[in-house]
Antibody
Framework: EVQLVESGGGLVKPGGSLRLSCAVS????????MTWVRQAPGKGLEWVGR??????????DFGAPVKGRFTISRDDAKNTVYLQMNSLKTEDTAFYYC????????????WGQGTLVTVSS | EIVMTQSPATLSVSPGERVTLSCWAS??????LAWYQQKPGQAPRLLIY???TRATGVPARFSGSGSGTYFTLTISSLQSEDFAVYCC?????????FGGGTKVEIK
């Protein structure tokens, strides 16, 4: 059974930092491209960023709202992907999901349960 | 970036009815579109990818069609467990973008 388990969410003040983790099991993590998607309470889904596999250079891409503030890394030995969030803003408040899919075709088959990040003073 | 627009925002439907949801892309995305179902407090669930291919385990009452800029998701006979929010997702162009969702509620 494929499982993605996020952790690390919580309450942080504007300008602060937080690191989310996503532990993956039951899926060939080494070749997976891992994506973070967020959803503000009551709102739609927003693509945050993605990291490619090591064989593709572990390149990370980000959406405009978070570019320059967020980074993504991965530890293939631990089957874990990380989202480092710096200079947080109130508009970053959302549920953050890690997700992935079958390589070579679109759509995100597997999702974590989400972790809530609240940015508030 | 490509803007995905869904209509209507909310649809009131009776169990057993056929429902069709629409999704428009601001420019052509070929067939690189997925549909998700999301229930309150849960992560999205992949229903359809490549515009018309059902994901593993998805009931046959769900079907997708379209290409280019217009896509539809049809539920042939709505079951009680189908009341949820449905969202489209384009993965043709970077960055991926999602539609705002259509909520299917009980009439």
């Amino acid at each position: 059974e494929v499982q993605l388990v996020e952790s690390g969410g919580g309450l942080v003040k504007p300008g602060g930092s937080l690191r989310l983790s996503c532990a993956v099991s039951g899926f060939p993590f080494t070749n997976a491209w891992m994506t973070w998607v967020r959803q503000a309470p009551g709102k739609g889904l927003e693509w945050v960023g993605r990291i490619k596999s090591k064989s593709r250079g572990e390149t990370a891409d980000f959406g405009a709202p978070v570019k320059g503030r967020f980074t993504i890394s991965r530890d293939d030995a631990k089957n874990t992907v990380y989202l480092q969030m710096n200079s947080l803003k109130t508009e970053d408040t959302a549920f953050y999901y890690c997700t992935t899919g079958v390589l070579g075709r679109g759509g995100f088959d597997y999702w974590g349960q989400g972790t809530l990040v609240t940015v508030s003073s | 970036e490509i803007v995905m627009t869904q209509s209507p925002a909310t649809l009131s439907v009776s169990p057993g009815e056929r429902v069709t949801l629409s999704c428009w892309a601001s420019q052509s995305i070929s067939s690189n579109l997925a549909w998700y179902q999301q229930k309150p407090g849960q992560a999205p669930r992949l229903l359809i990818y490549a515009a018309s291919t059902r994901a593993t385990g998805v009931p046959a009452r769900f079907s997708g069609s379209g290409s280019g800029t217009y896509f539809t998701l049809t539920i042939s006979s709505l079951q009680s467990e189908d009341f949820a929010v449905y969202c489209c997702h384009q993965y043709n162009d970077w960055p991926d973008t999602f539609g705002g969702g259509t909520k299917v509620e009980i009439k």
